[in-house]
């Protein structure tokens, strides 16, 4: 199974708005996604309530994973998503 391991780059972690592009954008791939922390089980990405339970905050290794047809781009994309301070960007209706 294809793995990623990213470290956190939003200033408030996966919190708040940055948990919610997250998840959205895993939401939308082709394959289904998991993200875990190092002490913990691997939760569904799509899930805001499980993302926002994982408790990664700026800094912290996440390990994403993803199997089927499109998973190495799905991953390569969330990777570059997760490892962004998507605090400091302007909303996209900005």
Do not use: C, N, W, Y
């Not at 700026?58 to 990777?79: H, N």
């Amino acid at each position: 199974m294809p793995t990623r391991t990213v470290t956190v780059g939003s200033a408030s972690g996966l919190h708040a708005r940055p948990a919610a592009l997250f998840v959205a954008a895993a939401a939308a791939q082709p394959v289904p996604v998991t993200i875990r922390t190092a002490d913990r089980r691997p939760v569904p990405a799509g899930s805001i309530l499980s993302v926002l339970a994982l408790g990664a905050k700026q800094g912290t290794e996440v390990t994403i994973e993803a199997e089927g047809e499109g998973a190495e781009a799905a991953l390569e994309a969330l990777a570059e998503l997760l490892a962004r301070d998507l605090d400091a960007e302007e909303p996209a209706d900005a």
